[in-house]
């Protein structure tokens, strides 16, 4: 049975395109990662992150809206599907409030990825975007 990850997060102050960039510029990706990441806008781009432990390719994009990818893990038994990963943006006054909803996730990596997106992304951008140094959670 796969699990959906559904997150909502509100950042103060923050435009939708600062956070579409956050995740579909390679060098901003990798500088929140902290590793090397390959990532593109055009549908059908593959992507990898976190040092080849996710894989998957982007299905569509709307620019400062709307980020699709498929998504694994590389931990993931060969039976699992590749998981959905939807980011959209909306914009609410001087503020932004990102829906996230990673769908087909198995069972087994489901609460691992629910806290994962918020310490390894959700809070790194936050810093980011306040103009903090950095603090990163230990592994993915």
């Given at each position: 049975m796969a699990k959906h990850i559904i997150?909502?997060?509100t950042f103060k102050n923050t435009k939708p395109k600062a956070l579409f960039?956050?995740?579909?510029?390679?060098?901003?990706?990798?500088?929140?990662?902290?590793?090397?990441?390959k990532v593109s806008t055009k549908a059908g781009a593959p992507m990898s992150a976190w040092d080849g432990y996710i894989t998957g390719n982007t299905v569509t994009t709307?620019?400062?809206?709307?980020?699709?990818?498929?998504?694994?893990?590389?931990d993931w038994a060969p039976e699992d599907v590749d998981s959905l990963f939807t980011i959209m943006l909306e914009p609410k006054g001087k503020d932004t409030i990102l829906h996230a909803i990673h769908a087909f996730v198995p069972d087994i990596h489901a609460e691992h990825?629910?806290?994962g997106w918020h310490?390894?992304?959700?809070?790194?951008?936050?810093?980011?975007?306040?103009?903090?140094?950095?603090?990163r959670m230990e592994g993915m």
């Open positions: 997150q909502k997060v960039d956050l995740y579909t510029n390679a060098k901003l990706h990798s500088l929140i990662a902290g590793s090397p990441v709307v620019k400062d809206k709307l980020i699709v990818q498929t998504w694994r893990g590389s990825l629910k806290k310490d390894h992304y959700w809070n790194i951008w936050k810093q980011h975007l306040a103009g903090k140094k950095i603090k």
